[in-house]
Nanobody, 119 residues
Framework: QVQLVESGGGLVQAGGSLRLSCAASGSIFRGFDMVWYRQAPGKQRELVARITISGSTYYVTAVKGRFTISRDNAKNTVYLQMNSLKPEDTGVYYC?????????????WGQGTQVTVSS
């Protein structure tokens, strides 16, 4: 089981930037795609971005062009650079692992990191 620890959230004004980090324990990090999800108040958790083992990336339309996902396999860490933040980006952000051929997150969810964007 991989333990996931998210950090880097905070309060920022609209148009600002934040960089989230997710540190994963265990050497199996390198064998999985990594994803970022977010959960807004009163809403279901939703996928934000995905990065494959080889570094290919996918973004949902709402964040495309503003967010960048990256990974450092040597540090077992995945990042989410968030620019031009909007109030609708507010929520708790979580990372997880996904099998390269799968779509569902595998690990138990961590505590996440809160992102609040003020208008």
């Amino acid at each position: 089981q991989v333990q996931l620890v998210e950090s880097g959230g905070g309060l920022v004004q609209a148009g600002g930037s934040l960089r989230l980090s997710c540190a994963a324990s265990g050497s199996i990090f390198r064998g999985f795609d990594m994803v970022w999800y977010r959960q807004a108040p009163g809403k279901q958790r939703e996928l934000v971005a995905r990065i494959t083992i080889s570094g290919s990336t996918y973004y949902v339309t709402a964040v495309k062009g503003r967010f960048t996902i990256s990974r450092d396999n040597a540090k077992n860490t995945v990042y989410l650079q968030m620019n031009s933040l909007k109030p609708e980006d507010t929520g708790v952000y979580y990372c997880n692992t996904v099998s390269p051929l799968g779509v569902s997150p595998i690990q138990n969810w961590g505590q996440g990191t809160q992102v609040t964007v003020s208008s």
